[in-house]
């Protein structure tokens, strides 16, 4: 680990003594007073500040207690209470006190001031305003309330009152900071990025040891058109020589164990529905719990469902908004935790300083605001990709590179909101709607004038903007004359302000094509802009920030969206334009394409993301410097100054936990996976975070898509244009729909029954090799096969009965309406079990046949001839009582991950062991299956309808949780 730590300046640790000085002597005077005076409400008050001054909150609270003992119904005392109690991490309770003050006495400007300032940090900029305005009536020339009301009126995106209050406060104080640097927001929010950074140096320059004006600076610099790449990263690297002159490190002493459960620490004011929230979400809900703890720190009160499920997954959950940044330091210390990550980079709500006293021993920045390196050598690693940072780029950053083998996010769907993908507007309207709905600070002169051109190329073409500062009038103005200057009519315009973001999504089903913003690309919003159909055309920036569309667009399978210079962008643009059939098309297809890509993959998000934490740590308590980590698409990583892989190490690599449950097993289970059933499924991710699975696939007909992935694992093996059988030379039957492609032959359609049988047509008759079972060597076990239903099942089987003499799970997809030759039959297949020790043990995932029309809606449509089903074969109860501990293990856990079977799972850990079976009776919530079992049976009920089609591992995630 690198033993880098901030320096401290003769100069600035002597101002800091002499300043601690100064406050101890300040307290002990105040203590004095208060024994000297105990009746005295205004020496407990006094004391009470200064020990709030110094940070002793606890203590504070104390002294106020024994100032509302004197007078329980002091206004000013209250309003204290209110503020320290807020201070201490319980905004509601505050509020209370504050509130109760207000009541006592309306006109007390200061408690409505701390009132409107509390719901400004909770996001309720309503009630914030209305407190706000009341304080400022009544002291009309105090600085920080002229302050917290221009913040809000900015939040409100009332631009020209907000910048009214900001210039009165800056005018009263100008050497406060902060009104200099909040009227910088309001500039930036109006789209005067020059105004902006004036006035952000202006702050600055006032107070050069505070960070927030020079991290504004930095980001103003990313959005604006005319600062170059090699400009912006040396500022960038300004920062830490500018502000870490007055901070030590703090003492850490971790114990270096590669396999602990890591304490994951993440600090961010986005943990909500928010870009953070939105690309983070899924992936932590899907890492295990096992590996990891998250801590959360988040720096602002806001709270929706996005946070209620970051929430769920937190170890410990901590609002650190009120505190300073030593004491958040002190807490991510106090914590233990191995790995912090910062999730705010400069922008709104970061704690910079805090970051940089290194609470952590490995410090890691990743999404939020995470537009260029941070400047701080106190972070070790920056996650990303290879097409965010491409190869040559290390040298920019101070942090060494994680490249995950995809995107560097995953972007989090609505949960059940989105609106319906709609027909392409162009056909309805007679022209094409171009439209951005970035944050419209991205929007610049000459990213207008590019947009002006490709619009003026195309006549009558409008071009819609949504954004939340549209609610500005002043805004929407600026881009109308800018807009005016470059041959655009306002009448081609359609801005839009906030909505709902489920108004939001729909406001896409009036756009055409999507225009990605320039220097500062969109990241969320391409996302949500390919969920609703409709491509976006992107040009890489200068930056990190520039490149986060490109890297979405790429890695969702769509690189031809992103180009090279403005010329290709008004091509490509032109191009989509110019066939409204193929754009109608492509609107129909790209929310699955989306959804379907590693973008949205969380499961395999997670295992990477979990794999790259693990090794950054082992790295750590090998005492090695940080050094760059790069996945390959197969998912190993690779440190740049190493040969060969990292072998992660996982915590308690052998105890696996599935539903509260620990499982103790002896070497993997080993599957045969024919046909790559197993391997397509969305369950796969999370099935090898178990990390107990050896899973062998022969995909016949390349339905793996993206194989490539699994080369090199340790646990997944794929092996394509391969397929079991009797070790002779078969055909591979190509078919129109590739998922009837098979080596049996496909039946002449007037034989098929209840299937696409245009599907079936025959494109192209492939030679196959097939491997006879009982001729693979080097398998330590074959545990689990599974057969499909496009391969001669008899033919695996009757060459394989050495191979399968101690399986513990067959499964055999079985058709009852054929749609190929030879496809399994039920009769046969079970004829080979009875004579090999194996007994049909029940029917998986049934698909029924309805034979009532398509216009019966599908929830009310019965379907009642069974079509096809998974059919499990366990050892017949003679092999089941020879079994030994480890082998009832395996199988028990076998059941009840994959298929939900918990009475067998039971009968046999109580073989085994009746203490554990008993535990595993509790968390398999056995009784209350059988109560449920009880009430069902004592009414009928309507027979259910099976129309959807399920898959082997359909189940898995909810198994492993235990729902």
């Known amino acids: 680990m690198s033993n880098k730590k901030p320096y401290r300046s003769a100069n600035n640790a002597r101002q800091r003594t002499l300043d601690e000085r100064g406050a101890t002597q300040a307290l002990k005077k105040a203590k004095e007073l208060t024994e000297r005076q105990p009746q005295n409400i205004a020496a407990w008050k006094k004391l009470s500040a200064q020990l709030s001054e110094a940070g002793y909150l606890a203590e504070a609270l104390e002294a106020l207690n024994s100032a509302i003992a004197l007078k329980p119904d002091d206004e000013e005392v209250l309003a204290l209470q209110g503020r320290m109690t807020h201070q201490q991490g319980d905004p509601e309770r505050g509020l209370a006190y504050l509130h109760a003050a207000t009541e006592l006495r309306p006109d007390y400007a200061k408690a409505h001031h701390y009132i409107g300032y509390i719901y400004y940090t909770q996001a309720r900029f309503d009630e914030a305003l209305k407190h706000a305005e009341l304080a400022c009536d009544l002291m009309p020339d105090d600085v920080d309330i002229l302050n917290t009301l221009g913040n809000i009126l900015t939040q409100k995106f009332e631009y020209g009152r907000a910048k009214n209050s900001l210039e009165k406060a800056a005018r009263l104080a100008p050497n406060n900071y902060l009104s200099w640097n909040n009227l910088g927001n309001v500039y930036n929010a109006i789209g005067d990025l020059d105004k902006g950074l004036e006035s952000y140096w202006k702050a600055h320059l006032v107070n050069p040891q505070a960070p927030g004006p020079f991290s504004n600076i930095i980001t103003t610099y990313h959005y604006h058109p005319d600062k170059k790449g090699r400009e912006i990263t040396a500022l960038c690297k300004q920062w830490e020589s500018k502000f870490l002159s007055s901070f030590t490190a703090l003492s850490i002493s971790k114990l270096n164990d590669p396999q602990k459960r890591l304490k994951v620490g993440l600090i961010s004011d986005g943990f909500r529905g928010h870009p953070v929230g939105r690309m983070i979400t899924s992936a932590l809900e899907h890492v295990s719990k096992k590996q990891i703890a998250f801590y959360f720190y988040s720096t602002n009160n806001a709270s929706d469902g996005i946070t209620e499920r970051l929430k769920s997954i937190a170890e410990q959950w901590m609002s650190v ?10 807490q991510i210390v106090n914590d233990d935790i191995d790995i912090l990550i910062d999730l705010a980079g400069h922008n709104a709500g970061n704690r910079v300083l805090a970051v940089s006293m290194q609470p952590a021993p490995v410090q890691v920045k990743w999404v939020g605001g995470l537009i260029n390196t941070t400047g701080l050598s106190a972070i070790d690693y920056l996650i990303s990709d290879s097409i965010e940072t491409p190869e040559n780029v290390d040298e920019e950053y101070v942090e060494k590179i994680i490249r995950l083998p995809d995107d560097y996010i995953c972007y989090v769907p609505p949960n059940g909101y989105e609106p319906n993908v709609g027909e392409l507007p162009a056909l309805r309207n007679g022209y094409i709607t171009l439209g951005c709905f970035n944050n419209a600070a991205k929007l610049n002169s000459t990213l207008l004038e590019q947009w002006a051109k490709i619009m003026l190329a195309l006549p009558n073409s409008k071009l819609m903007l949504k954004s939340m500062q549209y609610k500005s009038e002043e805004r929407c103005q600026k881009i109308k004359d800018t807009m005016n200057l470059y041959g655009i009519e306002s009448d081609r315009l359609l801005i839009e302000g906030p909505s709902s973001h489920a108004e939001l999504l729909d406001a896409y089903n009036k756009v055409d094509i999507a225009l990605d913003p320039w220097p500062y690309s969109g990241g969320l919003t391409t996302c949500e802009s390919f969920l609703m159909g409709v491509p976006v055309v992107s040009l890489p920036g200068p930056t990190f920030a520039g490149r986060h569309s490109a890297t979405h667009l790429i890695n969702a399978g769509m690189p031809e969206l992103v180009v090279n210079s403005w010329q290709e962008y008004r091509e490509r643009v032109l191009e989509l334009a110019s066939d409204l059939d193929s754009l109608a098309t492509i609107r129909q297809h790209l929310r699955r394409v989306l959804l379907e890509s590693p973008v949205c993959d969380a499961s395999r998000f997670a295992k990477h ?355």
Not at 321 to 330: G, N, R, S, T
Not at 760 to 780: F, H, Q, Y
Not at 900 to 914: P, R
């Open 321 to 330: 908004q009120p505190l300073k940044d030593q004491q958040v330091a002190e």
């Open 609 to 963: 993301f979990t794999d790259a934490m693990r090794a950054i740590w082992q790295r750590h308590c090998e005492k090695k410097q940080p050094a760059a980590l790069t996945f390959d698409k197969t998912g190993l990583a690779k440190f740049e100054d190493e040969d060969t892989p990292v072998d992660v190490v996982y915590a308690e690599s052998m105890e696996v936990e599935a539903a509260g449950f620990k499982w103790l097993l002896t070497g993997k289970i080993i599957v045969l996976d024919n046909g790559s059933k197993l391997v397509v499924e969305k369950g796969i991710d999370t099935l090898r975070q178990l990390n107990s699975f050896g899973i062998v696939a022969f995909d016949p007909a390349s339905q793996v898509i993206n194989s490539e992935r699994f080369e090199g694992s340790k646990d997944v093996q794929v092996f394509t244009h391969a397929v079991l059988g009797d070790g002779n030379p078969a055909t591979l039957y190509s078919c129109l729909d590739p998922a009837f492609s098979s080596t049996l032959e496909p039946l002449p359609m007037a034989q098929q029954h209840g299937a696409n049988s245009a599907g079936t047509n025959v494109l192209a008759k492939l030679p196959i090799n097939t491997i006879a079972l009982d001729s693979i060597e080097g398998l330590e076990s074959l545990d689990w096969l599974i057969l499909d239903d496009l391969n001669d099942s008899t033919a695996i089987l009757e060459n394989g009965e050495k191979a399968l003499k101690d399986t513990l799970v067959i499964q055999v997809r079985i058709v009852f309406q054929p749609t190929h030759k030879r496809q399994p039959n039920l009769a046969e297949i079970q004829h080979w079990m009875s004579r090999h020790g194996f007994r049909l043990y029940r029917f998986n995932n049934q698909q029924h046949l309805s034979h009532l029309p398509d216009s019966i809606p599908a929830e009310t449509r019965q379907a009642t001839e069974l079509q096809s089903a998974d059919v499990l074969f366990l050892p017949s109860h003679e092999r089941m009582a020879e079994l030994d501990n480890n082998q009832r293990i395996k199988l028990a856990f076998l059941l009840h991950t994959v298929y939900g079977i918990k009475d067998m799972a039971y009968e046999l850990l109580k073989d085994v062991d009746e203490e554990k079976a008993a535990e595993y009776l509790v968390i398999a919530d056995a009784f209350k299956l059988s109560q449920n079992r009880d009430k069902s049976s004592a009414k009928p009920k309507p027979a259910k309808v099976e129309t959807k089609t399920e898959t082997v591992s359909s189940d898995i995630d909810s198994l492993l949780n235990g729902t």
